[in-house]
């Protein structure tokens, strides 16, 4: 096998797929082509820590999303990355988890082939799935989840197939919460199906929440509990960490 160079090249974009926030959980590749950028464009849920480490004439961009505002638009991201490609910088694309896991990445690497320039996508750890695993919970199980399904907020939630040995996870799914454990209680994994919440995982606000369909609306918002936040939903809650804050001894108990 050909080893990849260890730098972008000048004239070209390098999507970089981040990982969940720890700066540990980057690849080994995402990591040495960062460092050798001339510009990084930076989401808020990259691991931003990264960024006190480069050379001091690296021009970082930032175009961090808060929800519900959206600082920099998308076609104006798209356009940063081939302007300053296009005057011959090594540019780095920083995001968060995996560029192509609602991260938009395919847009903005289409956008850049269209214009002639070349680009490099490094995988990232989906927070989809690095997230839970900080409540202990993995998102599928030998007997217990022969497959999961990942969805942004409410769209497609009526269609998710399986019961409980299906896990849905929701990224942005805490705004519409309440309407999404409703459309999925109705069905055939019923109120009583566990159901975990993750917040700010590997931030300062890390936090788990844990209920069921039937009681996870009205206890985030008894808990306050906000976006950054992954939702898993099915019987592989139960496995969470007993240690964890609200363990799955709280579930209730089926309805
Ligand atoms: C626009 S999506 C991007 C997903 C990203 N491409 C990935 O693969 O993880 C952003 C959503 O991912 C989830 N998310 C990303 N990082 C997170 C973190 N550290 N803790 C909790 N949720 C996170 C939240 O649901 C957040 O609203």
């Known amino acids: 096998m050909r080893a990849a160079p260890v730098s972008v090249a000048p004239g070209t974009v390098a999507l970089i797929g981040g990982g969940p926030g720890d700066p540990e959980l980057i690849t ?31 021009e970082i961009i930032d175009v961090g999303k808060q929800p519900q505002s959206h600082p920099v638009p998308q076609w104006r991201i798209n356009e940063l990355l081939v302007e300053r490609a296009a005057a011959g910088k090594r540019v780095a694309r920083l995001k968060g988890g995996d560029p192509f896991v609602f991260g938009r990445g395919g847009e903005e690497a289409e956008h850049c082939r269209a214009a002639g320039i ?43 197939p399986g019961g409980r040995d299906h896990t849905v996870v929701l990224l ?7 309407g999404s454990a409703a459309v999925l209680a109705h069905g055939i994994r019923g109120p009583g199906c566990p159901v975990a919440i993750v917040e700010d995982g590997y931030g300062e606000r890390q936090r788990v929440t844990i209920g069921t369909l039937g009681t996870i609306a009205a206890i985030a918002a008894a808990r306050d509990v906000r976006s950054p936040a992954v939702v898993v939903v099915g019987d592989v809650v139960r496995l969470a960490d007993s240690t964890a804050p ?4 709280a579930l209730e108990k089926e309805a």
């Open 28 to 58: 080994v590749r995402g990591l040495r082509l960062l460092r050798s950028a001339d510009v990084v464009v930076v989401d808020r849920l990259a691991p931003r820590a990264l960024l006190d480490e480069l050379r001091d004439d690296v």
């Open 118 to 160: 070349p680009v490099e996508v490094v995988p990232g750890v989906t927070s989809a799935v690095a997230v839970p695993s900080i409540a202990g919970i993995p998102v599928t199980h030998r007997g217990i989840a022969a497959g999961f399904t990942v969805l942004a907020a409410h769209a497609g939630i009526e269609n998710v």
């Open 172 to 178: 942005m799914g805490i705004s519409g919460l309440a």
């Open 246 to 249: 609200d363990a799955p001894t």
